[in-house]
């Protein structure tokens, strides 16, 4: 099993995910670093303190598994899997690139420790809700978690499948909102409102709670390492309010940086700021 990491090594895990990602995304040209530095500290704190997985044997049956919905975020979740152990981090220079493995979006295929392709948006909570369903038919005690973004939270599969998991009793399945509160191209309350958003997926009988998506004590607390379910078969729901960008101060809460690639002297800035004090 992985070891699990205390909160002052979860948060430095998390610092190395952003550099790590930083330079990924800046080396292949690509998009989407304000979406992945919004949810680096769920990412630490699954694989370093909740997953119940084995980076050395990553198809282990009785592994957690987990979905990222928001695949556009893929820099940060390979970051993670190579920082915790899963493959070799030189591997880390093929994203984004011709002839590389790893690709813009989550991708399954050749890359341990991924167990579905995401990027299609709106998909991943249903992929998550079969899969916590066939932990149940197996009558095995897997966990499900699923990491999705506000914006999927405007497509009709999602609440589709939210409707269906405390149908199921699905008490083995966590959905974490990462709620930056801007999607691809405005604000959320500009583009579909969503509050109220807790009350909704309460409304929906799932478990919810509200947390601050960058407090590494909060997210562990909320995402429960010791397994324990919620009361009735529920499956649990966690807001995660979060900051798109967060970690460089040019970065945080604009929309310019779903899209743009950090080059240049923008890319030394945002280097120096996150190889700063923590």
Same mark, same amino acid.
């Given at each position: 099993?992985?070891?699990?990491?205390?909160?002052?090594?979860? *948060?430095?895990?998390?610092?190395?995910?952003?550099?790590?990602?930083?330079?990924?995304?800046?080396?292949?040209?690509?998009?989407?670093?304000?979406?992945?530095?919004?949810?680096?500290?769920?990412?630490?704190?699954?694989? %370093?303190?909740?997953? #119940?997985?084995?980076?050395?044997?990553?198809?282990?049956?009785?592994?957690?598994?987990?979905?990222?919905?928001? %695949?556009?975020?893929?820099?940060?979740?390979?970051?993670?899997?190579?920082? #915790?152990?899963?493959?070799?981090?030189?591997?880390?220079?093929?994203?984004?690139?011709?002839?590389?493995?790893?690709? %813009?979006?989550?991708?399954?295929?050749?890359?341990?420790?991924?167990?579905?392709?995401? %990027?299609?948006?709106?998909?991943?909570?249903?992929?998550?809700?079969?899969?916590?369903?066939?932990?149940?038919?197996?009558?095995?005690? +897997?966990?499900?978690?699923?990491?999705?973004?506000?914006?999927?939270?405007?497509?009709?599969?999602?609440?589709?499948?939210?409707?269906?998991?405390?149908?199921?009793?699905?008490?083995?399945?966590?959905?974490?909102?990462?709620?930056? *509160?801007?999607?691809?191209?405005?604000?959320?309350?500009?583009?579909?409102?969503?509050?109220?958003?807790?009350? *909704?997926?309460?409304?929906?009988?799932?478990?919810?709670?509200?947390?601050?998506?960058?407090?590494?004590?909060?997210?562990?607390?909320?995402?429960?390492?010791?397994?324990?379910?919620?009361?009735? =078969?529920?499956?649990?729901?966690?807001?995660?309010?979060?900051?798109?960008?967060?970690?460089?101060?040019?970065?945080?809460?604009?929309?310019? +940086?779903?899209? #743009?690639?950090?080059? =240049?002297?923008?890319?030394?800035?945002?280097?120096?700021?996150?190889?700063?004090?923590?």
């Amino acid at each position: 099993m992985a070891e699990r990491l205390a909160v002052e090594e979860l *948060k430095r895990l998390a610092k190395e995910i952003r550099l790590t990602s930083l330079e990924m995304i800046s080396r292949g040209n690509a998009s989407h670093i304000g979406t992945v530095f919004s949810c680096v500290e769920t990412l630490a704190c699954l694989y %370093g303190g909740v997953l #119940r997985v084995r980076p050395d044997e990553p198809d282990w049956s009785g592994r957690d598994r987990f979905v990222m919905s928001k %695949g556009h975020g893929a820099a940060g979740l390979y970051a993670t899997l190579a920082l #915790r152990g899963f493959f070799p981090r030189e591997r880390l220079k093929e994203f984004y690139v011709d002839g590389g493995s790893l690709y %813009g979006h989550v991708t399954h295929k050749g890359v341990p420790g991924i167990d579905v392709s995401t %990027g299609a948006l709106g998909h991943g909570l249903a992929l998550a809700v079969g899969l916590a369903a066939g932990a149940g038919r197996l009558s095995e005690v +897997w966990r499900v978690f699923a990491l999705l973004s506000d914006g999927e939270c405007d497509e009709g599969s999602t609440w589709e499948a939210a409707l269906l998991a405390p149908a199921w009793k699905l008490s083995n399945l966590t959905a974490i909102l990462d709620y930056s *509160k801007i999607q691809s191209l405005g604000r959320v309350d500009e583009v579909v409102p969503l509050e109220p958003f807790a009350d *909704k997926w309460r409304a929906f009988g799932w478990d919810t709670r509200e947390v601050d998506g960058h407090d590494v004590g909060g997210l562990l607390e909320c995402l429960d390492p010791e397994g324990r379910q919620p009361v009735g =078969g529920r499956p649990r729901c966690i807001i995660a309010h979060t900051i798109k960008g967060k970690g460089v101060s040019f970065m945080e809460d604009d929309l310019l +940086w779903h899209y #743009r690639i950090p080059k =240049g002297e923008e890319y030394e800035r945002a280097r120096a700021e996150l190889e700063g004090p923590a």
